[in-house]
């Protein structure tokens, strides 16, 4: 069945760093690809979505590129901050899925420090 | 924001006994999903609703029902929970199944002692 793989945390990063959380996906067709942040006490909310192959996400200075050859859409942020700390997760959509939900990764807890 | 609500927000209650959550949409989606999310196994679909009256079990949905008599309202019930249903429920809407994306509310956290 459809998978996401992401990187495993935590990861911590000092402010202004370069940040990368990895993202794999195995599935049927063609997929939508998805990451969520998930702040404190909070619940998900999405960040950026991509919907064919080389398509760009992009919100909030983060980005992340769907590669159909890898099979991958990491996530990307060329210089975090303090208030980026939070639980992100990977999650693809597959259009063979009818009504299946979203398929979600495990979660990379991002800490930053200042 | 997407117009999600969950009630309560917070719950602790005994072994045994039976629980409702609440879940209610001002989005007019017809998409409805119930998780959970425990340290270590991430988000886990319970059970979801493609309609009124229309549900399908997920990946846990051993121990809980549900139930969707409006399009607004999607109800997560434990008959009789345990300690190992402790954890932090979300609700979740789509407008539509497939590529679609999911709108996710503040969450219950549940205690069972």
């Known amino acids: 069945g459809d998978s996401v793989t992401q990187m495993e945390g935590p990861v911590t990063l000092s402010e202004e760093a370069f940040l990368t959380i990895n993202c794999t996906y195995t599935?049927?067709?063609?997929?939508?690809l998805f990451w969520y942040v998930q702040y404190p006490g909070e619940g998900l909310q999405l960040l950026l979505k991509?919907?064919?192959?080389?398509d760009k996400g992009s919100n909030k200075g983060f980005e992340a590129t769907y590669r159909k050859e890898t099979t991958s859409f990491h996530l990307e942020k060329g210089s975090v901050q303090v208030s980026d700390s939070a639980v992100y997760f990977c999650?693809?959509?597959?259009?063979?899925?009818?009504?299946?939900?979203?398929?979600f990764g495990k979660g990379t807890r991002l800490s930053v420090i200042a | 924001d997407a117009g999600i609500t969950q009630s309560p927000r917070h719950k602790v209650t005994e072994t045994g006994t039976p629980v409702t959550l609440r879940c209610h949409q001002t989005?007019?989606?017809?998409?409805m999903y119930w998780y959970r999310q425990d340290p270590g196994h991430g988000l886990r679909l319970i059970h979801y609703?493609?309609?009124?009256?229309?549900?399908d079990k997920g990946e846990v949905s051993d121990g809980y029902s549900v139930s969707r008599s409006k399009t607004e309202d999607f109800l997560l019930t434990l008959e009789s929970a345990t300690s190992s249903q402790t954890s932090v429920y979300f609700c979740?809407?789509?407008?539509?199944?497939?590529?679609?994306?999911?709108?996710f509310g503040p969450g219950t956290r549940l205690t069972v002692t």
């Open positions: 989005e007019n989606h017809r998409y």
């Open positions: 599935a049927t067709g063609y997929p939508s």
């Open positions: 991509a919907t064919k192959a080389d």
């Open positions: 609703s493609y309609g009124v009256k229309d549900t």
């Open positions: 979740a809407i789509s407008s539509a199944g497939g590529l679609y994306e999911q709108y």
């Open positions: 999650a693809l959509s597959s259009p063979n899925s009818g009504n299946t939900p979203l398929v």
